[in-house]
Every structure is written in C-alpha cells, then in structure tokens.
C-alpha cells in the first residue's frame, strides 16, 4: 500500500481491474481484500450484501469514470458518486456479457486560493460540521455500486469540459444520507456523459450565506465560459426569524439573485434561475401556497435578466396534486413526515421536471440531456420510474434547515 500512497502523489489516472491479475499492461488489480488507505486507492468498509464502496485518491478536478459492467453472475448495477449522487442505474448484465458507461464526477475540497496580504477573504469555504466528514469535500473519489453490482474494471482520468453548477439549500443538496434526496443528486444521471454537474448546494443555505460562507467564491474559481449556473433559493430566506439571512420578496431577494446572476455572465456563463419546489401542504385537494412571492420575484428577475427560468415551484404543485395527500406524501423524507425534503422518488421526478425544462428553455443544454428524458408531464409522474437503489449510507439524517 505505501507504493500506492507514492503514486498517488504524481499519477492522475487511475485503471483498476476489480479481480486478483491485472487483464493487460498498466492496469492495477484491486482484490476484496483491498481496503482504502489514505492517498491509495481500496474498498471502504460500508460493503454488504447489496453493494460495495470504492475510493480512489485524486486532486480536486473533474473527472471522467469509465465503467465495464459485467462479471460471472448476472448484474443489475446502479451507481452513485460521492455523497450519492445518482451517476448511473440499473445496467443489466448477463453473465460473461460486459458493456462500458462513463461519466464526469466533481471532487473538490473547501481551499481556496489565499487572498493578497491586506485583502478582505479566506482561504477556505465555510463548512459544517457534517460536511467535513461529508465525502463531497474529502480527498478521494468515492464510487457505491448498489443493486446486485457486477463490475469487471473502473477507468478514472482527468478531463475538461462542460459544467452545471447548483447553488441552492437543502431541497438541491447532495444529501448524505437514506431515504433523503434532493433534485441536484439525480440530475447527473438524466445527462449525457460530456457534462458534469458541480452541486455546491447545502442544506440552510440562503442567497446571504452562500456569499458569506465563500460558496458562491468556490464555484467562481472554477466557472468559466459556457458553463452554466443554475440558482435555487428562497426556503430560507424566507425565515424572518432568521434576522441575520432574511431577504424580502419584493427587494432584496431580487437583488441578491441578480448579484449571482452578474458574477456568472462576467465570466461568460450561463446563469439559469430556477423557483423553489414547495412544500407538500394540502387543502382541499390543492397545494397551498408557501413561496409564491419568491417563486413570482424570480419569475420577474428572469424576465429582467434575460436569462432561462426553470419553474420548479409549478411543476411540484403539479406533481403533489396529480398523485393527491396519500401517494404525494410517497416522495417526501420520513416516510412522509417532512413535508419539504424529499426521498430517491420524489428527487427523481422533480430532477425530471428540471432536465425537460432545461431542455426546453436554456440554449445549448437540451443535447447535454439524455434523448429520453428531454421530456417531462408533471401531472402525469412516471412513478413507474422511480425505484432507486438505495445508498449504502442508510442512516437516517434530518437535514438542516430546508
């Protein structure tokens, strides 16, 4: 393992053959033996019955994984990134029948470069506790294998191109644990493999804290011509009993969104602004209302920019309304209980009503999303479509804040 650790040090692409001989020259055999060490590369030890962890030291970057699906048994394999992040699912195998899948997975680590001597910042992104230990800002690169997972060989290597980026709270996070998930986890798997999806997205954000905490300073080191910058917030900032974040409707939550809108087209992005999904209350039949006033300001915003609007708030009512109080109450965390966060179901389908409007609305997207899923009904959800393997990280969290 310590020769490991040293090649870690310089090597950017890694070619691991999950068996106990490596199949040709320059790859590297992996047993199940094999446990993570720091600067290496192994399995991490949440493996059971229905899946494996497997970890691989990289610098911070955008990396594209290539996977060759297959082994003696029949597999039905779904893969997630990261702190879960949906990458790809439900890839059938027969036996000795093998096929390849590749993606773009974001790592990156809280560092930011030093400002000058006698210059306002700091040299790092604002964490939480939780996201310390959180595998979206650690050092490797982290693979689940789920479902009943067949998997001959992994392929990682450094590569530059197209990015999404997420800013927003809780309901866009990369949550961490079963049975929440959030729209922005899913939505790498509704993309093509030549785009990647940065989420920077974390539960209690609000437009004021995301500045503060140096997110929005992070994604800017990175964000470059062409990219896109897909802004969601309004659950916290609505909170007038949080004094120090609260924005108004009709002033300054208009003119915090258009602070991100203009850091993004200075560096020749894409900014993209999409309305909060609301919250599952119901009356009568009808989801009541308690983000109009954001949902509306961003609406005009939009208008007033002349940038793409993806109106989640309308298509999640849609959605809750369709299924009615019982079924809607199937894709929210908690068995239901939490009425703002959702679990793998109701994720997806909102990251479906996401992926068809970006289609639809934001230039030079629509070829990034996958054929199939350029097309999207909110009041008819494809519940057909909703199984999800579940992450091995099966603790159950309350997220903080919405």
């Excluded at 053959?17 to 192994?42: E, F, H, K």
């Excluded at 209350?281 to 989801?287: A, E, L, P």
């Amino acid at each position: 393992m310590l020769t490991a650790i040293l090649m870690a040090a310089t090597i950017s692409t890694w070619r691991f053959d999950l068996a106990t001989q490596p199949s040709s020259p320059g790859r590297i055999a992996v047993p199940p033996s094999q446990t993570y060490q720091p600067g290496g590369y192994g399995f991490e030890p949440q493996a059971t019955s229905d899946g494996y962890v497997f970890s691989a030291a990289v610098p911070e970057g955008f990396y594209r994984v290539t996977i060759r699906f297959g082994g003696p048994e029949a597999g039905r394999t779904t893969v997630k990134a990261e702190a879960r992040r949906l990458m790809a699912r439900d890839i059938v195998t027969a036996p000795d029948v093998y096929q390849t899948r590749s993606f773009i997975v974001s790592v990156r680590g809280p560092a930011l470069p030093a400002p000058p001597a006698n210059a306002p910042g700091r040299s790092a992104v604002t964490l939480s506790p939780q996201e310390v230990a959180s595998r979206n800002w650690d050092d490797r690169l982290t693979l689940e294998f789920l479902g009943h997972p067949q998997v001959a060989a992994i392929d990682i290597a450094p590569v530059e191109g197209p990015v999404i980026y997420l800013a927003g709270d809780s309901t866009v996070t990369d949550q961490s644990s079963e049975p929440a998930a959030s729209w922005g986890q899913m939505l790498p798997a509704l993309m093509t493999p030549d785009i990647a999806v940065a989420n920077y997205a974390q539960s209690g954000e609000t437009l004021k804290s995301f500045i503060s905490e140096l997110r929005l300073a992070k994604i800017l080191t990175t964000l470059k011509a062409g990219d896109w910058l897909l802004i969601q917030f309004g659950h916290n900032d609505q909170k007038v009993q949080w004094p120090q974040t609260y924005v108004d409707p009709e002033t300054t939550y208009p003119a915090y969104l258009k602070i991100f809108i203009a850091e993004a087209k200075r560096r020749g992005a894409h900014p993209v602004l999409v309305t909060s999904p609301e919250r599952r209350n119901f009356r009568d039949g009808r989801i009541q209302d308690t983000l109009g006033a954001y949902a509306e300001a961003a609406r005009k915003v939009a208008r007033e920019e002349d940038v793409p609007m993806i109106d989640l708030n309308d298509a999640s009512r849609r959605i809750y309304e369709a299924l009615g109080p019982d079924q809607a109450a199937s894709l929210f965390n908690d068995g239901g209980a939490d009425r703002t966060h959702h679990d793998n179901a109701g994720a997806w389908l909102l990251a479906r009503a996401v992926a068809a409007q970006l289609a639809e609305k934001a230039p030079g997207l629509a070829t990034h999303i996958a054929p199939d899923l350029r097309t999207f009904t909110p009041d008819a959800p494809p519940m057909a479509e909703t199984d999800i393997a579940p992450s091995l990280a099966a603790s159950q969290e309350r997220p903080r804040g919405d």
